[in-house]
């Protein structure tokens, strides 16, 4: 029994587990949780006994665990499901008590009252959508339903209700007929699924039975007390005896007559429970299988058959690494696996918790699990098909040993041997096949009738001379094969199923499959970075820290970064390095973005910074390993890894390097000016002076010449570089690419070159990563590239940007000249935490990220279209999706003033953003009707809590960048240090 906050609502939650040592039966097991809960709640109110009306206002879940299953050591309730969930904040398998209680709590408990919630673990259970329950003025007991059909009714139970759904009976394996009788207008019938919700007066009156002989033996209390141990059904004992159409003789003659204490105990429970109304609510939309002892329900519940009930949403390979998937055919299913080299599985088999290493065959109906590498070559030799096999940690007292069980698909574990099969044929035809007689397997003191699959001793367990693996019972599918298999089979000491179900090490069993998880997780590692996918693997961080795997995983990650063709790989690598060292912070040590020049890291840095990344990612490791003792050192060390890979981006950006091709000009005279003008840029959807001398190789840096003397003998003198523009700091409009495409473009022309505007865009790509600054190919793009144009890059090294026009209708480009406003919002813009946080986001791959990142292109294309059509209207969905896209990508960017702007302007515009990264700056609106400068300048001047805001018209640029040869001063500057325009 655990407390769980906010799983069905917002008030604390009891979440009790009953002990199914007691084996109460589901009934008595719900009485007996309910008296664990109430005495809980009671203890925590100050109180010294146990009282009903702590439940008045309690929510409280009981999960039935089940009994014991045959295909999963353990339990129903922890058997794995073929599921991933990429939203999920960390990564981890997904087993059926998760499934089930993601349902209750997402789903079916969603607007109920207080009370207790009831459901059973040995089923799957899906409901796609919250069912929306009618509760008001609910009381009593009310079953969930879900439609089945006729047939899978036949061996199930099925509510008779009223048209209300007012139930009146329960039909447990009924007849055609009284099945049939339950059926709705679409064939369907309401199967009971194993979940009851208890009103609180329901509850309590339930509760006050504890007390009672012989029902206090349901608890543990009355097991204590030396009361004789007595089992009730939840359904057929607690629920029937409030169904409307079941009279008191019948129900407490019960089935069979009963024995007196079970006709006392319903007896009892009629008294108490009989006046609460007992309801139905069938859920249209659900579906149930019930986990049976049947190996071919189990496999065709997780192997995507239709009729399985969560079949639309599981997976075929699932936490799972696949050397080569398409060897696995569809219908097949993988959870929890590494399967290496070869290993094709047939449809309709099921793998899990295996490492197997091929070539390997697996043909239909097959179940293996908890099967290691070393059981491979075993697996080769044998004909796998309609088998289960699988692979146990038992403890034998103090002994620890792994056990293997050999199973046929077809199989019945409880028929007796004269009626049933073993490997999926006669028990006569087994032993006649493989030698072994029926005194091998069962006592003489076993009855006939009793000897079954359940208790046959036929798995060995302990050999005098030898370890065992899994040929000690895969030679009973090919015997004449065997040799002399049969006398060390006789010669071990051998359990039944039914022995070994005590011995499980369920403790061992876990750890092996967690450890599984992060073997595969460290090959997911590998796959994703190195296959450039876009899955996150910040989820599996988040486990591998929790679980402590964190060093297995650095460890991946070290080699992938060090190994890597690639410096984009190789930064991503160090960004989920980062983010590792962030997760074992725990929230603790501050912000994530911060300074990342400690000179400890300076000579990791510098190796990488040479390109030496193998050398870099070693020093790094190494230097890491001292930042690890406290969460202060382990955030600042996140930190430098984001460092390193900022430097890592550089070097992929600067790649683009490789598309600047500079031609040869008339050198102007000495005491000329170049001067260049540029357009500033608006996206409808998507040291400088220095670096540039360096970046146009005017002067070669490092160098063993003065730079005087670089100067004299290439150009015959000096240079003198002025900039301005007229536009503020932090517009928005890209003002720090464009600038540096016009010094990049004068300091060419000055030095007797010339370069194309593409190369100019790759030029200003390369200068600004030699600043460190970072950035983008958009700004360029828009201010060197004259009119309407969208910009594109493949995303593959070296990186190159293409430049495609955008043609518009005739007279389009002045249709948005007169619809086109600028809105200066009086706020700077703030965009270097944004724009850190948005690169961590992506080097994560958080799914919201990529989805966006995704979106973001398919608007612009988008938008493209609507340009060359001339819609306006569909241009400002665009604009406003690409606003959404924005604040999704850089949460926080939306100043509160800026929001009542837009807000203000919101009737009279087809759309607007805010121009690049957002936060202040320039807002650009698409209006609805022409030449609305004034009426948008008098509708803001009413608007309180508004800056210093100012509209401005816009025009569309049809000449892009301009390079002219001016006299001894730059046109219209007597100075150009005091000019303002660019």
Avoid at 571 to 580: G, K, N, P, Q
Avoid at 683 to 698: E, H, M, V, W, Y
Avoid at 798 to 813: K, T
């Amino acid at each position: 029994m655990r407390q769980r906050r906010g799983a069905l609502g917002r008030r604390p939650v009891l979440l009790a587990v009953e002990d199914p040592s007691a084996r109460p039966g589901s009934g008595g097991a719900t009485l007996n949780a309910l008296l664990v809960a109430a005495e809980h709640l009671s203890a925590r109110a100050g109180r010294t006994v146990v009282t009903a009306d702590v439940l008045k206002e309690a929510r409280i879940l009981v999960l039935h665990m089940g009994r014991e299953f045959s295909f999963d050591d353990c339990g129903r309730a922890f058997t794995c499901l073929p599921v991933e969930e990429p939203d999920a904040p960390a990564e981890a398998l997904t087993c059926n008590l998760d499934s089930l209680l993601a349902t209750m709590t997402r789903r079916l408990c969603v607007g109920s009252p207080p009370g207790v919630w009831v459901c059973s673990t040995d089923m799957l259970l899906t409901v796609p959508s919250a069912p929306g329950i009618a509760w008001d003025g609910f009381r009593g007991v009310r079953v969930i339903a879900v439609p089945g059909s006729q047939a899978y009714a036949k061996s199930h139970g099925v509510y008779v209700a009223d048209g209300q759904g007012m139930v009146s009976n329960i039909v447990y394996r009924g007849t055609e007929a009284q099945i049939q009788q339950c059926a709705g207008p679409d064939g369907t019938v309401p199967l009971v699924c194993g979940v009851v919700f208890f009103s609180t007066d329901a509850a309590e009156q339930l509760l006050a039975t504890h007390v009672i002989p012989p029902l206090d033996a349901c608890t543990y209390m009355g097991l204590d007390s030396g009361a004789p141990p007595i089992q009730l059904s939840l359904f057929f004992d607690i629920v029937l005896c409030m169904a409307s159409g079941v009279t008191e003789e019948d129900f407490v003659k019960g089935t069979g007559g009963s024995d007196v204490s079970a006709r006392s105990a319903r007896s009892m429970l009629w008294a108490a429970l009989r006046p609460f109304p007992l309801s139905m609510a069938c859920i249209p939309d659900g579906s149930y299988d019930y986990l049976t002892m049947a190996a071919s329900d189990h496999i065709r519940s997780l192997t995507l058959q239709p009729g399985s009930a969560s079949y639309l949403r599981f997976r075929k390979i699932a936490h799972s690494h696949v050397d080569q998937p398409q060897l696995l055919e569809e219908g097949s299913s993988v959870t929890n696996c590494l399967l290496e080299g070869a290993v094709r599985l047939a449809a309709g088999s099921v793998v899990q918790h295996c490492h197997l290493q091929g070539p390997l065959e697996i043909g239909p109906g097959c179940l293996l699990s908890g099967l290691t590498a070393a059981s491979s070559a075993a697996l080769r030799s044998c004909p796998l098909r309609d088998i289960v096999l699988q692979g146990h940690h038992v403890r034998l007292r103090d002994l620890s040993c792994r056990v293997f069980t050999l199973t046929g698909r077809l199989d019945d574990w409880q028929s007796p041997a004269e009626e049933a099969t073993y490997l999926n044929v006669p028990w006569t035809e087994f032993f006649h096949r493989t030698g072994i007689r029926e005194g091998d397997v069962w006592g003489a003191e076993t009855p006939r009738r009793s000897r079954c699959l359940l208790g046959a001793r036929l798995f060995p367990v302990l050999h005098a001379s030898e370890a065992l693996g899994p040929e000690d019972v895969l030679w009973l599918l090919a015997p004449a094969a065997a040799g002399g298999r049969l006398q060390h089979w006789r010669a071990a000491w051998r359990m039944s199923w039914e022995e070994l179900l005590p011995c499980l090490d369920k403790a061992a069993e876990l750890g092996a499959r967690r450890a599984l998880f992060f073997q595969q997780g460290q090959r997911k590692v590998r796959r994703v970075l190195l296959g450039r996918q876009d899955g996150s693997l910040l989820p599996l961080a988040r486990s591998a820290v929790h679980e402590g795997y964190h060093e297995a995983v650095l460890g991946t990650l070290d080699e992938v970064a060090s190994t890597a063709d690639d410096a984009g790989i190789a930064a991503r690598a160090l960004a989920c390095i980062a983010d590792v060292l962030g997760c074992m912070a725990q929230g603790e040590g501050g912000l994530r973005s911060g300074p990342a020049a400690n000179k400890e890291w300076a000579s990791a840095f510098g190796r990488l910074e040479s390109g030496d990344i193998a050398g870099g990612v070693r020093e790094l490791a190494a230097e890491r390993k001292k930042w690890m003792s406290r969460p202060a050192l382990l955030v600042r060390a996140a930190r430098h890894y984001e460092g390193a890979e900022q430097i890592l981006i550089r070097q992929a950006v600067m790649s683009s390097c490789l598309f600047v091709t500079v031609g040869q000009a008339e050198l102007p005279p000495v005491g000329c000016w170049v001067q260049v003008t540029c357009p500033a840029r608006l996206d409808l959807s998507g040291a400088l002076l220095k670096a540039a001398f360096i970046c146009t190789q005017i002067v070669q840096f490092p160098s063993q010449k003065p730079l005087r003397t670089q100067l004299m003998e290439s150009f015959g003198g000096g240079f003198e570089v002025h900039t301005w523009s007229k536009l503020p700091h932090g517009s928005g409009l890209g003002t720090s690419s464009i600038l540096a495409g016009a010094v990049m473009a004068s300091l060419y022309r000055a030095a007797g070159k010339a370069a194309s505007t593409e190369s100019l865009i790759h030029a200003v790509l390369h200068l600004e990563q030699r600043l460190t600054t970072g950035g983008g190919w958009q700004d360029q793009v828009g201010g060197l590239v004259p009119g309407i144009k969208i910009g594109r890059s493949k995303a593959q090294l070296p990186l190159r940007v293409e430049v495609e026009e955008i043609p518009v209708p005739e007279g389009f480009a002045q249709t948005l000249n007169d619809h086109l406003l600028l809105v200066y919002t009086g706020k700077t813009r703030l965009a270097r935490n944004l724009l850190q946080d948005v690169v961590r986001n992506w080097y994560a791959r958080l799914p919201s990220a990529v989805q966006n990142a995704d979106a973001l292109v398919s608007n612009a294309e988008e938008c493209a279209q609507a340009l060359q059509q001339g819609n306006l209207p569909l241009i400002g969905e665009c604009l406003n999706r690409y606003w959404q896209q924005k604040k999704c990508m850089a949460p926080g960017c939306e100043p509160l003033a800026v929001r009542h702007l837009m807000d203000a302007l919101q009737p009279y515009v087809y759309g607007q953003c805010l121009a690049g990264a957002g936060g202040g700056g320039f807002l650009y609106v698409l209006t609805k009707a022409p030449r609305q400068k004034e009426a948008l300048h008098q509708i803001l001047a009413k608007t309180e809590g508004l800056g210093n805001f100012s509209i401005h018209s816009i025009e569309v640029d049809t000449g892009g960048f301009s390079v002219e040869v001016e006299g001894s001063n730059p046109k219209g500057s007597t100075d150009p240090r005091e000019d303002a325009a660019m």
